[in-house]
């Protein structure tokens, strides 16, 4: 079974930046993705970003060009640098372990975007 703990939320002003860590209590280079999710309130959860076991990268039209995942095996931990912050990125931010037969989540941690 794999933990996962996301880390690096906060409050920003519209413009600013955040860096967003996922640390993972087992490996996660066997992972067929590790994903990022958002669920702002009175909304359903939605997908952000994801980055693939051979590197490659998926973004939600919402925050491509804004955003950037990276993966670090050796460290078991999954980042999303989010730039060019939106009032509208305001959410809880999920981390997803997919390992196809086993999915796992985070506990989450909010960002607020300030106008």
């Known amino acids: 079974q794999v933990q996962l703990v996301e880390s690096g939320g906060g409050l920003v002003q519209a413009g600013g930046s955040l860096r967003l860590s996922c640390a993972a209590s087992?490996?996660?280079?066997?992972?067929?993705?590790m994903g990022w999710y958002r669920q702002a309130p009175g909304n359903e959860r939605e997908w952000v970003a994801a980055i693939w076991r051979n590197g490659r990268t998926n973004y939600a039209d919402s925050v491509k060009g804004r955003f950037t995942v990276s993966r670090d095996n050796a460290k078991n931990t999954v980042y999303l640098q989010m730039n060019s912050l939106k009032p509208e990125d305001t959410a809880v931010y999920y981390c997803?372990?997919?390992?196809?037969?086993?999915?796992?989540w985070g506990q989450g941690t909010q960002v607020t975007v300030s106008s």
């Open positions: 997803n372990a997919d390992f196809i037969s086993h999915n796992y």
């Open positions: 087992g490996s996660i280079f066997s992972a067929n993705a």
